[in-house]
């Protein structure tokens, strides 16, 4: 595993043992350090700390081929809690996850961000999660914070939020000030990228792209080994990528903006135009019509792909990751996208990125909450470095 300049934590050694003993299970500490390609030296002063801290624990010894028993090391679950907290436009999500981030507790309330006391509202209901880790005698390290939008990742201040429709607000600040504890915010899209390279499956690719897709489009970005975040952390927004000219309007204020046409909002919008389903249909009920042959839903759906396939192409020309992962709830349809998207990756991507992988998750709704708790539980001094 390489870990790159810019990674969110302080302390990449802890990190990357804490985030391994949560992917793997107990391991030795030359299993650790052959694993992380770090010394054995740094990898027994890491984890000196660790144990030390009651983070870890060490098992019996097991028998080695080598002839000196070895030791596993395991994470003690309980000894480290976080919040995750996912802020939408319509809804707050949040959980509490221990160490192995194993989720003990959740929610999900009603929200609305354009109401006048809306801070309060989402600091009462973190303040109510920090009681509950209270009540059960359960040690917190601290609060994250996942937010559609332009996050700076030193700060915590989300400079624009289209869809909170929030600007310039030192979140992570004013969070810290009234609930006293570690708070860390960012991008929601970023912190799920976060995690990803720490718990997630690539965890083990230096080069790998997250595209979210759902009311909003985003991308999060892991080059070299390291989180991609831009100036400011203004990257990503792959949603605002100019696709069309004269497309539908956009909610950031221009045209023909990728989101326009194949959010799951827009897609929803143009079937209801075409009289594909009635005004209150969803996702499902769209995916139902496409897969009873209603011609203009097929033909829809063929067109998004088409369209999120040859932006996509553009993307992975430019940055040659190894594979994609796609999240969010657009993965309803994606047996209806598919196959134009594959046809058209095929047609524009150059030869040598034609093997990049494309992985299509399952969606998950707490996956954005779970993920802004890992971030605070494998990096925890990512919440003390925020300053603002
Ligand atoms: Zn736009």
Redesign the pocket.
């Known amino acids: 595993m390489r870990w790159g300049a810019g990674s969110i934590s302080g302390d990449m050694t802890r990190t990357a043992v804490l985030a391994l003993l949560a992917r793997r299970g107990p391991l030795s500490r030359a299993q650790i350090a052959e694993l992380l390609g770090m010394s054995p030296a740094t990898i027994t002063q890491s984890t000196k700390r660790l144990l030390a801290e009651g983070l870890l624990v060490q098992q019996a010894p097991r028998p080695s081929v080598a002839g000196r028993p070895s030791i596993p090391l395991a994470l003690v679950p309980e000894s480290a809690h976080a919040v995750g907290i996912q802020v939408a436009h319509e809804h707050v999500t949040g959980v509490i996850s221990q160490l192995d981030a194993e989720v003990v507790h959740s929610f999900r309330r009603d929200f609305d961000p354009a109401a006048p006391r809306a801070l309060a509202t989402l600091t009462a209901l973190i303040r109510a999660e920090i009681d509950e880790l209270e009540r059960r005698g359960l040690p917190l390290s601290g609060v994250g914070v996942a937010v559609p939008g332009i996050v700076e990742p030193e700060t915590g201040t989300l400079r624009m939020s289209v869809r909170l429709g929030w600007t310039g607000l030192p979140l992570a600040a004013r969070l810290r000030e009234t609930l006293g504890v570690p708070v860390f915010v960012d991008n929601d899209i970023s912190a799920v990228t976060a995690a990803e390279r720490l718990y997630g499956p690539g965890a083990d690719e230096a080069d790998f792209l997250l595209a979210a897709i759902g009311q909003g489009i985003g991308l999060g970005m892991v080059l070299d080994g390291a989180p991609y975040r831009g100036a400011a952390g203004a990257a990503g927004e792959f ?2 990528m100019p696709v069309q000219t004269d497309g539908p309007p ?3 204020g ?1 045209r023909g ?1 990728l ?2 046409s194949v959010s799951t909002e827009a897609l929803l919008r143009d079937a209801r135009a075409a009289g594909i389903v009635s005004g209150e249909a969803d996702l499902d009920d769209l995916d139902a019509a496409a897969r009873d042959g209603d011609r203009a839903a097929v033909e829809l759906l063929e067109a998004a792909g088409t369209l999120l396939g040859r932006a996509l192409a553009g993307v992975i020309n430019l940055l040659g990751p190894t594979s994609v992962v796609v999240i969010g709830e657009i993965t309803v349809l994606w047996h209806h996208l598919d196959g134009p998207l594959r046809r058209v990756l095929l047609e524009h991507l150059l030869p040598a990125v034609r093997e990049t992988r494309i992985e299509v998750r399952p969606w998950d709704d707490q996956l954005i909450a779970v993920s802004a708790a890992r971030v605070v539980l494998g990096a925890p001094l990512a919440a003390h470095r925020q300053k603002g």
Do not use: Q
């Open positions: 949603g605002h956009c909610a950031c221009n903006c989101e326009s």
